[in-house]
């Protein structure tokens, strides 16, 4: 049975993004439901403790943490995913070889060159890909 978080939670992120509903799984006490984007990078949402989780690609990001407000917590992970489905967001990922080094969320008109010297630099044994739902 879902917790009262995960519960309250699932149904706001299904209210605003209802195409989600067919592809939720119940656990004992959370949800998840993965979708693979047009790029062939996958979302996965999942629930656990106070938090929604948003995994995109070499990404994820939290929304609530501790003692969250499952509403407000599924209102901002469903932004985030109609953000990340419009192409409004992308994921920039730094890999060194082949190894990952890190990863964020992208305003899709940013620039993934680092700004500074020092920043290219640091980077300069990396390479960097932009991950985004459609490409």
């Given at each position: 049975m879902l917790s009262p978080y995960?519960?309250?939670a699932l149904s706001i992120l299904l209210e605003l993004l209802p195409d989600l509903a067919p592809l939720v799984r119940m656990e004992q006490d959370h949800f998840e439901l993965t979708q693979v984007g047009p790029a062939g990078w996958e979302l996965m949402v999942s629930s656990?403790?106070?938090e929604v989780t948003v995994y995109f690609a070499d990404h994820h990001r939290h929304f609530g943490w501790h003692e969250g407000d499952p509403a407000d917590d599924a209102a901002d992970a469903a932004a985030y995913i109609r953000s990340l489905r419009a192409g409004e967001l992308g994921v920039l990922v730094w890999y060194?070889?082949?190894?990952?080094?890190?990863?964020?969320?992208?305003?899709?008109?940013?620039?993934?060159v680092?700004?500074?010297w020092f920043q290219r630099w640091w980077r300069r044994k990396q390479t960097c890909v932009i991950k985004k739902w459609a490409e």
């Open positions: 995960s519960t309250k656990a403790e106070e060194e070889g082949t190894k990952l080094v890190s990863s964020w969320t992208i305003d899709a008109t940013e620039s993934p680092p700004s500074t």
